[in-house]
């Protein structure tokens, strides 16, 4: 089975600029996961997608992110205008439906804000 | 919302001793309780998990304890192997009411050969 799919791996930007990342979960999977991972510390929850709706954004930066999952399959998530503060690795990750516990993370795009 | 709590931070032992990291979780209402796997550059990835109907669970050198009462829950590593080292991550959740996972802040492994 295919995993996860992310794109870029790597992007570095200045700040004040804007960057987009892109998800493809695995097939048939309806809910999907932005998560931030900043060095050294845990992945945190942006935004929760069940199909193209939206469970859960109390915790994405609405002023500055946005993310969208128009068809119910690929999503993106993006930042503008960048801060240095954004520097992480933002996770996708999916899961077949909100009552399946197990969620399948995609390897990540490094962002490096300079 | 839910809170996390992981220990230690680091963790050196000698290959062949026996690990254990700790987490604590604020809210009784969560029910699942994963751990996950992160090698350095590369994606998490579930190495065991456990539901808050069972106290332990265990899989070949690794197992999870669970105590409802406390909130707390463990994950021990036996008999410790080089390719044990990574950082580990606990989560919580909740299964009703559709939350995402709430990650600890992470605990790197070292085995020492």
């Known amino acids: 089975e295919a995993g996860v799919a992310q794109s870029p791996r790597y992007k570095i930007i200045e700040k004040r600029q804007s960057v987009a990342f892109w998800c493809n979960p695995i097939?048939?999977?309806?809910?999907l996961y932005w998560y931030q991972q900043i060095l050294g510390q845990g992945p945190k929850l942006l935004i929760q997608?069940?199909?193209?709706?939206?469970?859960?954004d109390s915790q994405l930066p609405k002023d500055r992110f946005s993310a969208e999952r128009l068809k119910g399959v690929d999503s993106t998530l993006k930042i503008q205008p960048a801060k240095l503060e954004d520097s992480a690795v933002y996770l996708c990750?999916?899961?077949?439906?909100?009552?399946?516990?197990?969620?399948?993370f995609g390897q990540g795009t490094r962002l490096t804000v300079v | 919302g839910e809170n996390v709590e992981q220990h230690p931070s680091t963790l050196s032992v000698q290959e062949g001793d026996s690990a254990v990291i700790k987490c604590t979780y604020s809210?009784?209402?969560?029910?699942?309780f994963p751990w996950y796997k992160q090698e350095l550059g590369k994606r998490p990835q579930l190495i065991i998990d456990?539901?808050?109907?069972?106290g332990e669970k265990k899989d070949q050198r690794i197992a999870v304890t669970l105590n409802k009462t406390a909130k707390h829950f463990s994950l021990h590593i036996t008999e410790t192997q080089p390719e044990d080292s990574a950082v580990y991550f606990c989560?919580?959740?909740?299964?009703?009411?559709?939350?995402?996972?709430?990650f600890g802040s992470g605990t790197r492994l070292q085995v020492q050969p």
């Open positions: 990750a999916s899961s077949p439906s909100l009552a399946y516990t197990e969620a399948f």
């Open positions: 097939s048939g999977h309806a809910t």
């Open positions: 997608f069940q199909n193209n709706g939206v469970v859960d």
């Open positions: 809210d009784s209402a969560s029910n699942y």
């Open positions: 456990i539901r808050s109907n069972v």
């Open positions: 989560a919580a959740s909740m299964t009703t009411g559709r939350r995402a996972l709430t």
